[in-house]
């Protein structure tokens, strides 16, 4: 899953990194994102956009025909994306990024006492190639206003060691194929075997 990440940029080092066509809100620094709060994402007016718009949603996403007591969805599993009527629709009209600098993941580790509970052991993900994560994102309206689920998958390589799931990192080429449509079991598959050429991990 992801629960934490963190923007350090700027918007107006979002906007030159990734040749924005409008200048995000978002003021960056090192504090870490939480559940609820408003962040910037980048979504396409129409396939063919060859630049990006930055808007601000907030991160928890609650379909427009949910009730008031439905908790906004956070993530959205990739696999079962085009089953599940919370995020069917989002799926086919509202694809959009999460950019970010770093993730935050809690491993389990087993206490050497004996019957001892597992204790959390704190990870900051980064890329180690590039300054930014591009993370695929679902949103939609809402009377609250607009929220967002970030994508995950299952984790590979260096990450599976931390934990089963992460979200789910794009090339550019593959961020503008999310953005594109194509919500076929074959695309997907696609999207979630790419993985990150390198990176860079921490303990907390």
């Known amino acids: 899953m992801c629960g934490r990440y963190a923007l350090q940029q700027d918007g107006a080092e979002l906007a030159k990194l990734l040749d924005l066509a409008n200048v995000p809100d978002w003021r960056g620094g090192d504090a870490e994102i939480f559940p609820g709060e408003n962040v910037p994402a980048l979504r396409a007016e129409s396939p063919d956009d060859s630049r990006w718009r930055a808007e601000n949603f907030r991160w928890g996403l609650r379909p427009s025909w949910a009730t008031e007591k439905s908790r906004g969805q956070i993530n959205?599993?990739?696999?079962?994306?085009?089953?599940?009527?919370?995020?069917?629709?989002?799926?086919?009209?509202?694809?959009?990024?999460?950019?970010?600098?770093?993730?935050?993941e809690w491993e389990s580790v087993a206490d050497d006492t004996r019957g001892a509970k597992a204790r959390k052991k704190k990870?900051?993900?980064?890329?180690?190639?590039?300054?930014?994560?591009?993370?695929?994102?679902?949103?939609?309206?809402?009377?609250?206003?607009?929220?967002?689920?970030?994508?995950?998958?299952?984790?590979?390589?260096?990450?599976?060691?931390?934990?089963?799931?992460?979200?789910?990192?794009?090339?550019?080429?593959?961020?503008?194929?999310?953005?594109?449509?194509g919500g076929s079991a074959e695309v997907r598959a696609k999207l979630a075997a790419e993985s990150p050429s390198e990176l860079r991990t921490a303990a907390l």
């Open 123 to 181: 990870w900051r993900i980064s890329p180690a190639d590039e300054p930014l994560f591009l993370f695929a994102a679902l949103w939609e309206p809402s009377p609250d206003g607009a929220g967002l689920a970030i994508v995950t998958c299952a984790a590979a390589g260096s990450l599976a060691r931390i934990h089963h799931r992460s979200p789910l990192i794009l090339s550019r080429k593959s961020a503008r194929d999310w953005l594109g449509g």
């Open 76 to 104: 959205a599993r990739l696999e079962t994306l085009a089953e599940r009527p919370f995020f069917r629709d989002a799926l086919r009209r509202r694809r959009c990024l999460v950019p970010a600098s770093a993730f935050f």
